[in-house]
């Protein structure tokens, strides 16, 4: 069974800082993708940043030049360092990572729990 755990969310004033993130446990033999998503209240889950295994990186561009994602592939975690944040940052965010359980599996998705990040005015 895989879980993935996040950490780092958290209550910040704008302009300043917060480093999330998301490691996965449990039966793992190679992970994929790895992304992370938030979303505001009352609105849809949007892709914020994901780096492939091969460390090819996209951002949503209302975070570019402001947040950085990477990954450890030793402690299978991801994390996302978020400068200068801004109120419409406010959001729940997920990690995603895409994971291969053992050589007869294909890769399957999994989610982390979610982790609230409020930026004040």
């Known amino acids: 069974q895989v879980q993935l755990v996040e950490s780092g969310g958290g209550l910040v004033q704008a302009g300043g800082s917060l480093r999330l993130s998301c490691a996965a446990s449990g039966t793992i033999f190679s992970i994929g993708n790895m992304g992370w998503y938030r979303q505001p209240p009352g609105k849809q889950r949007d892709l914020v940043a994901a780096?492939?295994?091969?460390?090819?990186?996209n951002y949503a561009d209302s975070v570019k030049e402001r947040f950085t994602i990477s990954r450890d592939n030793a402690k299978n975690t991801v994390y996302l360092q978020m400068n200068s944040l801004k109120p419409e940052d406010t959001a729940v965010y997920y990690c995603?990572?895409?994971?291969?359980?053992?050589?007869?599996?294909?890769?399957?998705?999994?989610w982390g729990q979610g982790t609230q990040v409020t930026v004040s005015s």
């Open positions: 780096i492939t295994s091969g460390g090819r990186i």
């Open positions: 995603n990572q895409e994971i291969r359980e053992g050589v007869a599996y294909n890769f399957r998705n999994y």
